[in-house]
């Protein structure tokens, strides 16, 4: 298993705190990832179906309240975690729904 930290390159930077990359090309057992608020909405991908509560998905978005669970991946994985700035879903959600009101 490799897991790397990054900077966000600077055209995202104003939005994105830290980048964390985990890749696991050898999961003979289930890789459990522990999730808890840490003050960053964080936007998780993973190349496999990844299981947190009884949700199964590639994609999930979480904000800073998010109460403690854990993602499950069973296969050979990718995981790729935006953290972002602690103010930034707001913006995110305003470039995506114009119409509505602030």
Known sequence: M?????HPAPRIAEY???????E?????????????????PTLLFQ??????????NYLTLFGQTVFP???TI???FT????FFKPYVL??????FCPGIDR
């Open 90 to 95: 707001n913006s995110l959600f305003w470039c």
């Open 69 to 71: 669970d854990t993602l």
């Open 24 to 40: 696991n090309f050898q999961v003979t057992t289930p890789f459990v990832l522990p999730l808890f608020a840490n003050g960053m």
């Open 47 to 56: 190349t496999a179906k990844g299981q947190i509560g009884n949700s199964t």
């Open 16 to 22: 994105v705190q830290e980048l964390l990359i985990i």
């Open 79 to 82: 995981l790729i975690a935006y």
């Open 74 to 76: 069973g296969e050979d």
């Open 2 to 6: 490799k897991s790397t930290y990054l």
